[in-house]
């Protein structure tokens, strides 16, 4: 079977109206667009990516597993197929917010029903979340839209599960908010109501309900916001009380997770200083005996000493665990957050009196996923260990979620990513080379630049090193010299590096600017790989001078004529002549000088957003496309003297260029738009005169506008950039 990005704290206001409307149902299946051409979508292969927050096996049907993300929706693993089946990817361009899962709910008396509630962001600009509820193991869903928020890429996203359902009545479910208290519905989710007298009161910036759990027929509800007690319980569904004499102190100021041995009728707490993933330093692990009220402290190890070197502070938190469900006293807990020394699991099969770590004999086969690397020798244990799960099925079969995968066992020795079909990667910049072994090269976030020789398979060579970056904020290719690439980025040992193999292997610059390490941004190339340009951007949105290179990056020079802070983009014939969008003004500059100086050129056009974007087309010089959003897309044809407005297209968010049709004198089109009302993939083969949709209902992956390229070797192949559901390429059928 299988073994199995960081966020804001909200600032919502509590509110507490919670009445919700039941929505239309969701239905899932395969249909294309009327009159588009059918497509058939895909994923490039990374192999996870993405933090895994939620791992939830069902108690009473062998193999079926669910797991959450926080920013790329919810999967069913496929036991016959080995792999994860995406299950929110139907949720579309208005909806982006519902592609984060806060909790999700399995009902152990009826095996297909489902429940996520779903919602990435708690905080004022975000929209409201909803549920989701299926009759068929998510293979389709009817929605109820809340008037909260819920925030699954909010701090103590780990945590949970904040959703429910009652073990004495299928019908009636429960739902933990972060500042609207608790939520309870008696009509399957079809509609929610405030709990009235629950002790704790929410507050507008702190946790709310950590976690909800059954113990018997009694329910038990973790309390994240501190300064009292965190653990309340009902037995009868209508009063709650905190539970007596539960653990106080730094230790155990936030309840994370928890689960409940039936056999010895005990309930395992983890807790955290912090609601994590990051921010934790101290937690430890607690037990209640149910029957009679007796707390034990079952720590593994406490925080706050140093690694085994002496140097580092051993400081971190505890997060998942889990219960075999089968064999009495056998529990298994992560720590959290513990860098110097590396999380890790520990187990205990005698309720938690003696552990062993299972981090200190496990052998970890990343062969399938190189990148776990990050440019090691050897891949690490783990990190951000809250999603934490075991086989009712099976006492040695373990899963965990990382910050980038999910690692399971068989033997409790070796590991491995079981991550096939789950793909969660933020995607920031696409370059399909036209020549070479690869026919993509990606810039992604947290985890650098891919090289992909095959779409189906995670790069053997795993992420770019020399040097390693985090996020990658540039990436480009020579038009004319394809062999040579640039990449930019997020990294402690430098943050630009260059290739001479079309992306394979890479060298750093052997200079920078000083801001580079703190504000490093997107870069361009000429089209002979001469001259590069550098722009900054500190994370703040604080804008610097970009500087120029025409010796490979070992010397630099501010280009004060730059428009700050924009994206240059290369003309992809002249080498002299490079472009820049100047988003704050809405004035096009442009260089023919190498990029030594720039002139405005038009003005007068769309601004105020930097998400504004200027491509040019390949094989051409001077022609411009100008994507700003719902103002529409403009054209220039001459090196952006001026501009005309495309009429073709109401809204254009990204766009690209891929090979011809047959026949055609102009590029295949691809861009993120809407000719109408619906945003979506289309395509154009005339220049942009007309467009088809060649996505569909099925297919939409909530957010998609950061950009887009075709590939310039196979007419129909584009290759889209998610928010958090990877890379996915389309092709025609």
């Known amino acids: 079977m299988f073994a199995s990005s960081l966020s804001r704290r909200a600032v919502l206001a509590g509110a507490a109206a919670v009445a919700a409307v039941a929505g239309a149902p969701a239905l899932a299946g395969q249909a294309s667009a009327a009159g588009a051409p059918a497509y058939r979508w895909r994923n490039v292969v990374i192999g996870g990516t993405g933090f895994i927050t939620g791992v939830l096996f069902h108690p009473r049907v062998r193999g079926l597993a669910y797991a959450r993300t926080d920013i790329g929706g919810a999967y069913r693993w496929d036991d016959r197929r080995d792999r994860w089946i995406p299950l929110l990817d139907h949720i579309g361009w208005d909806d982006w917010n519902l592609l984060g899962v806060e909790a999700m709910a399995v009902d152990p008396a009826h095996p297909d029903r489902l429940y996520l509630a779903c ?190 070197g002496g140097g580092s502070a051993d400081t ?86 990382t910050g980038a995968t999910l690692y399971a066992t068989r033997d409790l020795k070796h590991w491995a990513p079981q991550i096939r079909g789950l793909e969660e990667t933020s995607v920031r910049q696409l370059i399909s080379p036209p020549a070479g072994k690869a026919h993509l090269i990606s810039g992604l976030g947290d985890i650098g630049v891919m090289y992909h020789e095959r779409l189906t398979a995670s790069p053997a060579g795993g992420m770019a090193t020399n040097p390693v970056f985090g996020t990658a904020t540039g990436l480009a290719q020579a038009a004319r010299r394809p062999r040579y690439v640039v990449r930019t980025g997020w990294g402690d040992h430098g943050n630009g590096a260059y290739s001479e193999d079309g992306g394979r292997t890479w060298a750093p610059f052997a200079a920078q600017p000083a801001i580079a390490k703190d504000a490093p941004g997107p870069i361009a190339s000429d089209a002979d790989g001469g001259v590069l340009l550098w722009s900054f951007v500190h994370w703040d949105g604080t804008k610097h001078p970009a500087h120029r290179s025409a010796d490979n990056g070992a010397t630099w020079t501010e280009v004060p004529t730059f428009p700050k802070g924009a994206v240059p983009v290369a003309d992809p014939v002249d080498p002299t002549r490079f472009y820049a969008y100047d988003t704050d003004t809405g004035t096009l500059f442009a260089s023919t000088d190498g990029g030594r100086t720039f002139t405005a050129q038009a003005d007068g056009l769309p601004s105020g957003d930097s998400q504004f974007k200027l491509v040019a087309a390949p094989g051409r010089t001077g022609d411009l496309w100008l994507s700003t959003k719902g103002n529409g897309l403009y054209r220039s044809t001459d090196g952006g003297a001026t501009f005309t407005k495309v009429d073709s297209c109401r809204a254009s968010y990204t766009l690209g260029f891929g090979k011809a049709a047959d026949g055609a004198g102009y590029p295949a089109i691809y861009q993120v738009g809407s000719t109408e009302e619906i945003t979506a993939v289309y395509r154009s083969d005339d220049g942009a005169r007309t467009w088809v949709r060649i996505n569909d209902d099925d297919h939409q992956w909530g957010w998609t506008g950061e950009t887009i390229t075709g590939d310039p070797r196979a007419y129909g192949r584009v290759y889209l950039a998610t928010n958090g559901r990877g890379i996915q390429y389309g092709e025609p059928v």
Do not use: C, M
């Open 119 to 308: 919602g990435t962001y708690a905080q004022s600009w975000g929209s409201n979340g909803a549920v989701l509820r299926s009759d068929d193991r998510g293979a389709t869903w009817r929605r109820t839209d809340l008037t909260v928020k819920l925030g699954a890429n909010e701090d103590g996203r780990g945590a949970g599960e904040r959703l429910l359902v009652d073990p004495r009545d299928s019908d009636t479910l429960w739902l933990g908010t972060r500042h609207d208290g608790l939520l309870r519905s008696t009509d399957r989710g079809a509609t929610w109501t405030p709990v009235g007298g629950f002790p704790a009161a929410p507050s507008a910036t702190g946790q709310g309900v950590t976690l909800l759990v059954a113990a018997g027929r009694t329910v038990y509800a973790g309390w994240g916001d501190g300064g009292g007690a965190n653990l309340f319980r009902t037995a009868d569904g209508t009063t709650w009380e905190a539970v007596p004499g539960q653990p106080s102190g730094t230790a155990a100021r936030v309840p994370i997770r928890a689960a409940y041995d039936r056999h010895t009728r005990e309930l395992y707490v983890t807790y955290a200083d912090a609601p994590g993933p990051n921010g934790q330093s101290d937690g430890s692990v607690h037990k209640l005996r149910t029957t009679g009220g007796e707390w034990t402290e079952v720590t593994p190890v406490k925080p706050g000493g140093t690694t085994s």
């Open 316 to 401: 971190f938190g505890y997060g998942g665990v889990a219960v075999d469900a089968r064999r009495p006293g056998t529990v298994v807990v992560s720590t959290n957050n513990r860098w110097a020394a590396v999380d890790t699991l520990y187990r205990s099969t005698d309720g938690g009196r003696s552990w062993r770590s299972l981090k200190d004999t496990a052998v970890l086969d990343v062969s399938e996923t190189p990148y776990l690397k990050w440019g090691e020798d050897e891949p690490k244990f783990g990190w951000w260990i809250q999603a934490l799960a075991l086989d009712p099925y099976d006492a040695r079969h373990v899963v965990y979620g």
